[in-house]
């Protein structure tokens, strides 16, 4: 037996802080902690099932990726916008988002191409389901799509830079897809966004790609206003 040409494949196990790490991301982004909410280490800890020192270790990470901010003397709290920042955010994800089109639909291949066909069938399933389990899917498949779109134009610095921007507003579109439970005018924009992908027009795709992400941003800040009017009107 030859031991030296021989491969061993080994499955990484996650670390508890990993586990951690990722678990909590994702019930920041599905609402479970909401904008502005502090994380009182004791009470996630509980809600996670584990000790505090994972925790300690996932939390700078998600301030990293600004998912959360550390206050001095206070603590970790979910990040919060307002309205004006979140138009901020969507004008430079719209900025990176353009530019990382124009190079990825001229170097996409036919791998890259059945991707795209392959999610955007999973999202139209998901889209049409109305629990809470099915909406977490579709906006897992959400990140996926528009990583695949971008991914051809191999340019990690801009996709980091995009990333980060995504990860600031992730929370409040989550927020907002489920206050309407309204997923038809997305997926729509999707379906175009991956058929001008697929054909290969970039002016299509680049106006789709621009479009897409200020419906999204005008979507969030009417599904935002809505909630404020009904909070003062509730609190007349």
């Given at each position: 037996m030859n031991t030296h040409s021989e491969r061993l494949d080994i499955v990484a196990t996650p670390t508890l802080p990993e586990i951690v790490y990722r678990e909590l991301r994702k019930a920041i982004l599905n609402g479970m902690f909401i904008p502005g909410q502090m994380l009182r280490q004791d009470d996630v800890a509980a809600k996670l099932g584990v000790s505090r020192s994972p925790l300690r270790e996932a939390l700078p990470r998600l301030e990293a990726?600004?998912?959360?901010?550390?206050?001095?003397?206070?603590?970790?709290?979910?990040?919060?916008?307002?309205?004006?920042?979140?138009?901020?955010?969507?004008?430079?994800?719209?900025?990176?988002?353009?530019e990382l089109a124009r190079r990825s639909i001229a170097r996409r291949t036919e791998a890259d191409i059945a991707s795209i066909y392959s999610i955007v069938t999973e999202m139209k399933a998901l889209a049409t389901e109305e629990s809470a389990e099915a909406l977490s899917q579709w906006f897992e498949l959400?990140?996926?799509?528009?990583?695949?779109?971008?991914?051809?134009?191999?340019?990690?610095?801009?996709?980091k830079a995009l990333q980060h921007s995504r990860n600031?507003?992730?929370?409040?579109?989550?927020?907002?897809?489920?206050?309407?439970?309204?997923?038809?005018?997305?997926?729509?924009?999707?379906s175009q966004l991956a058929q001008a992908f697929v054909v290969g027009d970039s002016e299509r795709f680049l106006e789709l790609t621009k479009q897409h992400s200020e419906h999204t941003r005008d979507r969030l800040l009417t599904g935002l206003n809505r909630t404020e009017g009904l909070s003062a009107a509730g609190n007349a």
């Amino acid at each position: 037996m030859n031991t030296h040409s021989e491969r061993l494949d080994i499955v990484a196990t996650p670390t508890l802080p990993e586990i951690v790490y990722r678990e909590l991301r994702k019930a920041i982004l599905n609402g479970m902690f909401i904008p502005g909410q502090m994380l009182r280490q004791d009470d996630v800890a509980a809600k996670l099932g584990v000790s505090r020192s994972p925790l300690r270790e996932a939390l700078p990470r998600l301030e990293a990726e600004g998912i959360v901010v550390l206050h001095p003397r206070r603590g970790y709290a979910v990040a919060a916008l307002d309205p004006k920042e979140i138009a901020e955010v969507f004008d430079l994800r719209s900025l990176v988002e353009v530019e990382l089109a124009r190079r990825s639909i001229a170097r996409r291949t036919e791998a890259d191409i059945a991707s795209i066909y392959s999610i955007v069938t999973e999202m139209k399933a998901l889209a049409t389901e109305e629990s809470a389990e099915a909406l977490s899917q579709w906006f897992e498949l959400n990140k996926k799509f528009h990583d695949a779109l971008l991914a051809p134009a191999d340019c990690p610095h801009h996709l980091k830079a995009l990333q980060h921007s995504r990860n600031l507003i992730e929370a409040y579109i989550r927020t907002e897809a489920r206050l309407t439970g309204d997923l038809r005018e997305a997926q729509e924009e999707h379906s175009q966004l991956a058929q001008a992908f697929v054909v290969g027009d970039s002016e299509r795709f680049l106006e789709l790609t621009k479009q897409h992400s200020e419906h999204t941003r005008d979507r969030l800040l009417t599904g935002l206003n809505r909630t404020e009017g009904l909070s003062a009107a509730g609190n007349a």
